[in-house]
């Protein structure tokens, strides 16, 4: 369970972080912030995905026991499962939590597994966010992967964001970009994600996940020819939250 949080409000909270480690790294970042009251207790959500990778082992190095969730669709490719315990193997991080969404849920909403094809929030909303937010309920914080290059929605982000007004996320790697990715998992002879060879720079569910083209972005193969660009757990009342917001209402 979280700490007892006697003190000042969230945006207040993530205000001071951000002016407290604006000038740190991201591994000076997961250091301090692990440790900051301000922050409280935190759990690092991954993907297992095409750059997970470099934050598991950041984590892996600094704190391996962080609880990590990992939230497993029951429509993720072959390959995001193998990758999973591969990495869970290879880093030995110690606190690893497989979340899953409510059989009954699942068989109520999505009896024959074809949700997706006629309402893809829908179907993120049962499989992912809902399980998520059950599985963070316990925290008072996040980690997330997420980075200013990958898309518009996430052009701003700081190291620290409110989430309406409740919990902490937290973003190192903010501020990093593709190149940094590369050449630290060059230097820390890190395995890659499977997919990412075949042309998958951002891997979500088989269904809603295809390859990119050479110079689209890295995450136009996610939910390809629809408007939808975030599976929801970013977002707050329906709104992406993301750098230099108070809150998200």
Known sequence: MPRDLNRNPVAERVAALNARYRHHSATAVLEHALKDDDLGQVALVSSFGAESVVLLHLVSVIAPETPVLFVDTRMLFQETLDYQRELAEKLALCDIRT???????????????????????????????????????????????????????????????????????????????????????????????PLVAKGYPSIGCAPCTSPVKPGEDPRAGRWRGSQKTECGIHFVNGKPVRGNQENAA
């Open 99 to 193: 979340i899953r969404a409510h059989p009954k849920k699942v068989e109520f909403e999505d009896p024959d597994g074809t949700l997706h094809q006629f309402s893809t929030d829908s179907c993120c909303n049962i499989r992912k966010v809902e399980p998520l937010e059950r599985a963070l309920a316990g925290f008072d914080g996040w980690i997330t992967g997420r980075k200013r290059f990958q898309n518009a929605d996430r052009g701003t982000i700081d190291f620290f964001e409110n989430e309406g007004d409740f919990r902490i996320k937290v973003n190192p790697l903010a501020h990093w970009g593709r190149e940094d990715l590369e050449e630290y998992i060059v230097n820390n002879r890190l395995p890659r994600h």
